[in-house]
């Protein structure tokens, strides 16, 4: 790995239709630059080497984080790991998000990396994305054509792929509000130390009726596919059901399967069987208020 | 293609002609000579670049140079002003927090942008603060005491 | 309190803390010169390749680039080993054969350096690395050592028939083990896999070197060891060492690594070629591919026989070891851990072999422990197993095991003194041993606390199997401060302190009256330098001689200007004064003005010189407590509560002892549980060549850690003080060991102790919920 980059223009646009139409002009030679951690290591390994960076670092219609009266989050994607995680009005209304952003890298890192970077790198082994495909978000992508919005769950379509044109710029993340009666949390297990990258991840939203049967769970796993994925099968299984610690388990077992881990894949499956069973058993009792299993999103040590 | 770029690094303004490919880190000791800032793994993890951008840590062997042209940068070299040196800097010293000395500037960065925005933390935030900021001869007990010690010391003194 | 000293004994501050506090320190990287060049290393990307040819021409005709060194470049430069260990340095005749060159026709490993460049700034230096045109002969390459023994196994070096290094025996075998073995009425054994951990040094490895107009290389090193660095320098490029110099400016830890030449040989040679400085930084993975880090041993037996009343008997041992393409330092890891670890208890049979086998990885050295970590990492589990079916407390069966003063130390000397057992029980007091390892057992759920001790010594120095040569010089200036010439490592160990404080409490001044005068082989005597813990103790050990020898000469003018005897005076915080009369005396600094500014024809200036060669050896003993949690569903281990309790004799400075033993906790955690050293089997790339892939423990990853310092003086050590730098970490995996056993009754025989080896091992004892396959 290198220590100093190769030549590049640098030109900071004027406005997101500004860097639109300078990734249009420069087609493949060009890459927008946010927080840049990513992008520059990317560089420094010379994976990358792009000949104009286009920068929206300082974009103001690209930096907020609003609530809308319907509940829904709208995030933009400058929004820094470290805002994401500290703000107030995502820990009350979404907090799986805020974990797993206060789990992105080191204090640093989250000083200087976006969410919409995190996002539009689309690695595989990342803490938003399975949060994000949870919370069913919604992206609004702005291209030379005009805005179109896109699934959190259908952008990525494989390890550092999305469908992101090279003319378009990530303009919103929208994380819809929950239903009545929902919990989420994000569980995690980092490779080695504390401070590490994300073994396997869970992102898991739960929903009870009245009666306190499952009317909806989304599980969404982070670190154990090409992508971020839904473990769907598990979903279904758990649908309608009372939550019994077999029947959790049984979902959780499916979860293991649904799994397409590359290296240490047995011990990936394994965490993910053994998180998604402690998310919903932590969901359900929060939900119906019963004796808290520890701080919701705790990692799995 | 040169550019000139104007940067405040220590409360000094500096007007340079670079090249855009240049890292924070680079500009920082190669152009300023500013060498308290260092180089060590280059991807991230370690903390040993750690700067203070608009009091922010942040790591310059990630940043661009360019993209904080209108930001105030912080390095070790701002904190003391000659002989006087900041209550952290006085604790670290004391507390035989420094060995190497090699992780110490970007340690004592980290630390005082915990303290700017939480003057009395506990230990666990004095550690979640410095997660990022790697040291192999300490084994950080010290240095978590110094920062606690110059916490409570910086408290003394504005109560005063 | 204790007033028998008046500086030594004191948590005194650094004289280098501001200087690395503000930023000001300068290391080997910050250092420039006016038409500076930097300089690169192409690293080989395959595990064993011959270099065919290397074409420069496109990175020659790149501007700014002011030369390339390849395989055909080396003239007359010679051969080296890296380690220095082919200088007059190891006891016995022990030699490594000079096989590494500044760049080298056959890479032996991945990263093996086989080209380098040298341009006005770096991002010319990286264009050109990358212009280089390399071809290579790929070769037939061996990973591990087992393999590397097979017949057909591929060829490293030459000077290894059948890749075996070196084979090494035990040094002092006794007895007859395997009779002792027979008749043992327990036998105990084990086959254990040690990790390579690299030392992780905050700063990579740099030098910059440059010839001045006297034609004198001068080189700003970070060498441990920087006169024989200079002779190694002389070496390779066939000068008189007297046109060598070696500087040392500021180090960013070192921890052994930089206990052989490192940055040096290609920033010299770029300097020789090019009559430019050269200034030479590695980047991390440069660091991770280029330099020793510690030997990894893939297979370790230990038999020990203990009688049933816990009398140990008989210990055997056998080390696979694997050393990289080089031999470097690497070797003497099975003598060294051997040694220390066998001669820890008292035991009347011994035997122990060692096979240090040849692959093709980046090369193993000498990191903090040196072997007797990865060896007590065995015998400390061993002897816990041993207690365990004797129905023996673990405290306990070692007390009865520990030798007393008086007995043969590990290295064949005469232990002079040991205080391990108060460290056991004032350890496990500070612990609550006997309450935690009593508590009923009961269904503690998924998360299983554990409890575990181990215990281990480590020696002060290397002799008699290395070279203890040190020097010290002192000088009393007018004001009555002293300027110490000495030349330990200062890789931040606080050895200037310590020594500043010796030479002070011997002088009778305050520590910050002394000036450490270093980091020049010109200035300086010879001095074998800093490693196996020795600083304090041989280069205190000749600072207290040659401060004596400055305070004779005091105390001698003094009584002359007072007019007393000279047995009636005494030195002591700056002045010197009558032992009957303390109000009556002077000043240090009066009596030396006095001796410089004399006209009759015998004027003076205090100074003392003393060559000083240890021929003992004393160990330091530790005792460590360990307190686990396993999370018997992910097999996580955390470590939330560390006791380490330590004889190293006096501690000269407590502080800068906790130090030692806190940052070695953070190391021995790091051997024990998280780092990993890995090589691809298919590829022979190495895959941990940076921090996101190789993790170091950090904040939130450390215990609690309590310190207790016994801090009885050695009657050898100056003012009793003893070596710390390698034990805070000896100690550390088997204490650690030993409580997973304790918390979930497994034992994890490999290091590192991973989440998959513990749930592999409770699968096997039938508990582990769930398959992890």
Partial sequence: ?301 | MKTLAKFNVNGEPYELIIEPNLLLIEVLRDELGLTGTKHSCGVGNCGACTVLVDGEPVLACLSLAMAVRDKEVTTIEGLSDGPHLHPLQEAFIDRGAIQCGYCTPGMILTAKALLDRNPEPTERDVREALAGNICRCTGYVKIVEAVLAAAEAMQKGAAR | MNEEFSVVGKRIRQPDGPAKATGEAKFVGDLRMPGMLIAKVLRSPHPHARVVRVDSAKAMALPGVAAVITPDDLGDWNGFDRGMKDLPLVAGGYRIPPEEHVVNRTARHYGDAVAAVAAVNEHIAEEALSLLEVEYEVLPFVLNAEEALGSGAPQVSETAPGNIGKHLSYPYPEGDVDKALAEADLVVEGVFQTTKQDHCTQETAACLAYVDAAGRLNVWSQCQLPHLARRELANIFNLPVKKVKIMTPFVGGSFGQRGSVCAEPVAAALALKTNKPVRLVFSREDNFLGLESRTGFDKINVRMGFMKDGTLTAIKTYMLGHLGGYMGCGPMSSVIGMTLSMGHYRCPNRYGDSDMVMTNIPVSGAMRGFGNDAMMFCIEQLVDEASEKLGIDPITIRRKNTKEPGETAAMGLMLESSYLEECMLSGAEKFGWNELRSRPKKDEGRIKRGYGMATMSHCTGAAPLYLEHSNAMVKVNEDGSVDLTVYPAPVGTHIWGALSQICAEELGIRAEDVNIVTGDTDVTLFEYGSDASRSTYAIGGATLRAARQAKEQLLAHAAAMLEVPVEDLLARNGRVFLKSDPDKGLSVGEVCYDAIYSFGGEATNFSGKQSFEPTWNSPTFGAYFAEVEVDTETGRVRVPRFVTAIDCGKAINPMAVEGQLEGGLQQGLGYALTENFVVNETTGKVETANYDSYKVPGTLDMPHSEVIIVDRPDPKGPFGAKGVGEPGMVGIPPAIANAIYDAIGVRVRGLPMTPERILAALAEKGEAKGETQ
Wanted: proline share 7%; charged share 25%.
């Fill in chain 1, 1 to 301: 790995m290198f220590r100093v980059l190769r030549p590049f223009e640098y030109i900071e646009a004027e406005s997101v239709d500004d860097a639109v139409e300078l990734l249009a002009r420069y087609g493949a030679d060009a890459r927008v630059i946010a927080g840049g951690t990513d992008l520059v290591i990317s560089m420094k390994k010379r994976e990358l080497a792009p000949k104009y960076l286009i920068a929206i670092g300082h974009l103001p219609e690209l930096s907020f984080l609003e609530l809308d009266p319907d509940g829904a989050l709208r995030v933009g994607p400058l929004s820094t790991h470290a805002v994401v995680g500290r703000s107030p009005l995502v820990k009350e209304h979404f907090e799986m998000l805020a974990t797993a952003s206060n789990e992105v890298g080191t204090p640093q890192v989250r000083n200087m990396g976006t969410i919409g970077g995190n996002v539009c790198k689309a690695g595989p082994s990342q803490d938003t994305p399975p949060v994000l495909i949870a919370l069913e978000a919604i992206l609004t992508l702005k291209g030379p054509r005009g805005a179109r919005t896109v699934p959190m769950g259908e952008f990525c379509t494989g390890p550092f792929c999305t469908i992101l044109s090279p003319d378009e710029v990530l303009t919103e993340i929208r994380i819809p509000p929950l239903p009545e009666g929902s919990a989420g949390c994000y569980k995690w297990c980092t490779k080695i130390t504390s401070v590490d990258e994300t073994l396997a991840g869970a992102g898991v939203v739960l929903t009870l009726n009245a009666d306190g049967t499952c009317r909806d769970v989304r599980i969404g796993l982070g670190s154990v596919a090409p992508t971020a994925i839904r473990a769907r099968q598990a979903e279904d299984m758990l649908r309608g059901t009372k939550l019994d610690p077999e029947e959790v388990a049984a979902a959780a077992e499916t979860a293991f399967t649904e799994c397409m881990p590359r290296s240490r894949a047995g011990y990936r499956r394994h965490m993910v069987r053994v998180m998604v069973k402690d998310a919903v058993n932590e969901l359900k009792d929060k939900i119906t208020g019963e004796r808290t299993m520890g701080d919701a999103g705790e990692g799995a040590r």
